[in-house]
């Protein structure tokens, strides 16, 4: 999984690079601000808190991945666990984790939980709307995020705050 992600981080930022229109900061794609509503900003500040401190010089580094505070962290996932997929396992495989579960992954640094958390931060950080423009579809029960057409966030909103309950990777790699 971390090679696939290297292979497509650096084709997509050659193809940005091969653009060549001037700055990052002067392109139609450059993400200049973010327009979060209101009622989900602690969707941002989740996708932030997870963003590396440093972006790694050649695509997705797993090695890089913040140090994050594991309470802090399941602050923002619900008590019900996360349900995950990523659209090139086999079938699709659907998986639903418990709390305790992402957390030990987390503290061990290890597994689809800890990786797609990580490369969730890591798409995030990448300041262009093909990556990481996010667009809020609210539903009954919480709400959901398009994250450009790389992930699909589901958030449960107990209390008014938004818990991600669901998270999806739809990028296709390799095919």
Do not use: C
């Amino acid at each position: 999984m971390h090679s696939r992600f290297r292979r497509i981080a650096v084709a997509l930022v050659l193809t940005i690079a091969a653009t060549g229109v001037g700055t990052a900061e002067e392109s139609e794609h450059f993400v200049k601000s973010r327009d979060i509503p209101s009622e989900y900003k602690s969707v941002a500040e989740f996708l932030d808190y997870l963003k590396p401190a440093k972006q790694p010089r050649s695509g997705f580094d797993i090695s890089i991945a913040p140090q994050w505070d594991l309470d802090r962290l399941m602050s923002f996932i619900s008590d019900k666990g996360l349900t995950m997929s990523d659209v090139n396992q086999a079938a699709a495989k659907v998986q639903q984790l418990s709390p305790k579960q992402i957390r030990s992954a987390v503290a061990a640094r290890k597994g689809q939980p800890f990786q797609m958390l990580v490369h969730l931060g890591y798409i995030y950080a990448q300041p262009y709307k093909q990556y990481s423009e996010l667009r809020f579809e609210p539903r009954l029960t919480g709400v959901v995020v398009h994250m450009a057409s790389w992930y699909r966030m589901t958030f449960d909103l107990p209390d008014g705050q938004p818990k991600l309950a669901r998270l999806d990777y739809l990028m296709r790699e390799g095919h």
